[in-house]
Every structure is written in structure tokens, then in C-alpha cells.
């Protein structure tokens, strides 16, 4: 369930909750999983993220977990105090860092250049050739399409003889498997 839907105001979810808290549904709820919860500390990803305290007030017997991939110490603590978390809270964390994977963050300026971006596109082929896969989150589906067009035709300035569109995948969630499956 979306924050949107769990937290819209008079929803039918929190309508439920209030009618009735014996309801079949709250029988059998045994967890509130929060996933992608760093999106709460400045991001416009999810604006009602900001109120899931809320559901911790509606529902403070459900267990509530927290997760994310980008998770560093300030942002979980405020994440634990909007959520309205027990404290001291569980904290695991698992090493995300791949021998093949590179993390880096790069500000883009601005939703309408690219160019912070476009210096990662390789400059010959011994760059290309080692180039490792690279993955770019962008918090916007459209900004995504618009970043792998950029990228696809800075590669096709450089490299030509390229399929770039082989090279430079866009990946969201609703994209068919088929897709996901070459992505990765």
C-alpha cells in the first residue's frame, strides 16, 4: 500500500481502522514495512511519508520496520523520530558494496541539465572497455527517460559504431520483467 493510499486523508483504509479496530484486516496485519524511508528526510518523492507517524498512532501494537538502501546515521534518526519509533530501535545494516558495483553521488544542478551526468559517459575505448555497469537513481521516471537520451546520445557522439540504446537502460518499476531482466 502506497503512502498515498494508507495516509489519504478520510481514506478508506484509515476509515476502516477507526470504524472498526477488530476488523478481519487488523487481525491479520502483523507488520508495517516502510520501504525507500530515507525518501522522508527532504526528498518530494513521497510527501505523505512525512505523516506515517500517523499510522505508528493508529496502529501502535504493530511491529514497524524501516528500510532503505541509502540510510546514513542523520537521516536515520530522523526518520526514527517521524516515524514515531520505539527507541532504542533494532538497527541492522547489511554492507551494500559490491566488488562490481561503484556508488557515487553527483548534484544535478538542475532538472533541466544533464551535464554533471554526461562526464561519466566514457572517452575512448579502452574506457569503454572498462567501464564498469553503472546504475543512476533518479527519483522521477520522466528525469530518467530525459538523463538515458542524454547519456545514449553523448555515447553515440564518442562511439558511433554504438547501439546505445544496448548500452544505457532505463529501469522503473513498471516496466514488463522481460525488460527488468535484461536491465540487470
Known amino acids: 500500500m502506497t503512502p498515498e493510499i494508507l495516509l489519504k486523508?478520510?481514506?478508506?483504509f484509515l476509515l476502516i481502522i477507526k470504524k472498526n479496530p477488530e476488523?478481519?484486516?487488523m487481525k491479520q496485519l502483523t507488520l508495517i514495512a516502510a520501504d525507500e524511508v530515507h525518501t522522508i528526510w527532504g526528498w518530494t518523492f513521497h510527501k505523505q511519508f512525512r505523516q506515517i507517524g500517523q499510522v505508528r498512532i493508529v496502529l501502535p501494537n504493530v511491529p514497524f520496520t524501516a528500510f532503505s538502501a541509502t540510510f546514513p546515521p542523520h537521516v536515520i534518526g530522523y526518520v526514527q523520530k517521524v516515524c514515531k519509533m520505539n527507541l532504542p530501535s533494532d538497527i541492522i545494516t547489511i554492507n551494500g558494496h559490491w566488488c562490481n558495483i561503484n556508488i557515487m553521488i553527483v548534484v544535478q544542478p538542475s532538472r533541466r541539465t544533464h551535464e554533471s551526468m554526461l562526464d561519466l559517459i566514457p572517452k575512448n575505448n579502452k574506457e569503454l572497455i572498462q567501464f564498469?555497469?553503472?546504475l543512476i537513481f533518479i527519483d522521477s521516471i520522466l528525469d530518467a527517460c530525459c538523463m538515458?537520451?542524454?547519456l545514449r546520445e553523448k555515447l553515440e557522439m564518442h562511439f558511433p559504431e554504438v547501439d546505445s540504446s544496448m548500452i544505457i537502460y532505463t529501469y522503473y518499476s513498471s516496466i514488463d520483467d522481460e525488460k527488468k531482466v535484461t536491465t540487470i
Request: aromatic residues 8%; proline residues 8%; contains cysteine.
Open 9 to 12: 486523508k478520510n481514506g478508506h
Open 23 to 25: 476488523c478481519a484486516f
Open 132 to 134: 564498469p555497469k553503472t
Open 148 to 150: 538515458a537520451i542524454a
